[in-house]
């Protein structure tokens, strides 16, 4: 009877256990998701890729034909460059007179050409003048991430995905994705002569007592009584 007892407590304390070990498994894994970022700033930071297109236009002595310049048109056209995007040119095979048209069929589509084109596979051969669309894109990676599993946070640390919406809405919004890396860049001479403005015009006004002090006369007037 005593046996039998005991055996059936054996048995009870080894299912307890086993049933604790799964839950400290279960919560195991759970844990494994606890962020560990304790700082502010998001580790999802958006992505900028660049991508160049080229298109070969081919040029004579005499400048570009007007075949290859409707070609390079209509490809434009077909590109839909718009603010943010980079043209450029390799001029390093061609003449003066295909520059100048390249310049004056830019003009006309209302298009700046960099100063300088990027390296891209292949060479372009002679009289072959290589046009290069750089279109950049913005995007944040891995987002929205919900690696969490549980409230758990030792570490007092920021969600998984902290930063997701802020950041991937900057990258969808932003007109200019280089923006991002390097920002606007100007002379600054408009601001620096308009906040001038007000110090010069202060500065330029005559001091009050440039024109000496006033005459105050210490003699009071009037006529006197006479005496007996």
Sequence with gaps: MIKTITARLTGHRAATAALLLGAAAGLSGCVGGVSDNRTLNSVHQPVVSRTNYVFDVM??????????????AGWWDAMDISYGDRVSVDTANIGPAARADLMALA?????????????TEGAAGPGVARVVV???????EDCPRWTDKTDFNPNNATSDGFGCAVNANWAAMVAN?????????????????SSTKAIDS????????EGGLPTVSTQQGGGGGGSN
């Excluded at 750089?134 to 944040?140: D, F, G, I, N, P």
Aim: proline fraction near 7%; aromatic fraction near 2%; charged fraction near 20%.
């Design 177 to 193: 994705p280089e923006d991002l890396l390097t920002g606007q860049k100007g002379t600054g001479e408009t601001v620096v002569m």
């Design 134 to 140: 750089t279109r950049s894109t913005a995007a944040v």
């Design 202 to 209: 202060y500065r330029q006004q005559a001091p009050t007592g």
């Design 59 to 72: 040029t004579s002595s005499s400048g570009i034909p007007i075949g290859e310049q409707s070609r390079l």
């Design 107 to 119: 003009d006309r589509q209302g298009i700046i050409l960099a100063e300088t084109a990027p390296v």
